[in-house]
């Protein structure tokens, strides 16, 4: 991977952070960098059915198919 941000990658980033979706990027920005920052990185690893099933629920969250955790909470299902 290049060592340069590329102005491309920094405007997608950041019109996911400021939309509907950003706390969710974050979520996941601070999962990976946790993991690169661990001195067992080395033991730990996204294989590709966690990919895929990331990919998966993240589709779900794009068509609408998703409960806020308080609605879940609270007995509601989809």
């Known amino acids: 991977m290049e060592n340069t941000i590329q102005p491309e ?12 979706d950003g706390d969710l990027l974050l ?12 001195a ?4 730990q690893y996204l294989s590709p059915e966690d ?3 990331i990919q998966r629920g993240l589709e779900e969250i794009r068509q609408g198919r998703s409960l806020t955790l308080e609605e879940y909470r609270s007995g509601k299902r989809l």
């Open 9 to 20: 990658l920094i405007n997608k980033f950041s019109a996911v952070v400021h939309g509907p």
């Open 27 to 38: 979520s996941l920005l601070d999962i990976l960098y946790d993991r690169i920052t661990e």
């Open 40 to 43: 067992d990185y080395d033991d």
């Open 51 to 53: 990919i895929e099933a």
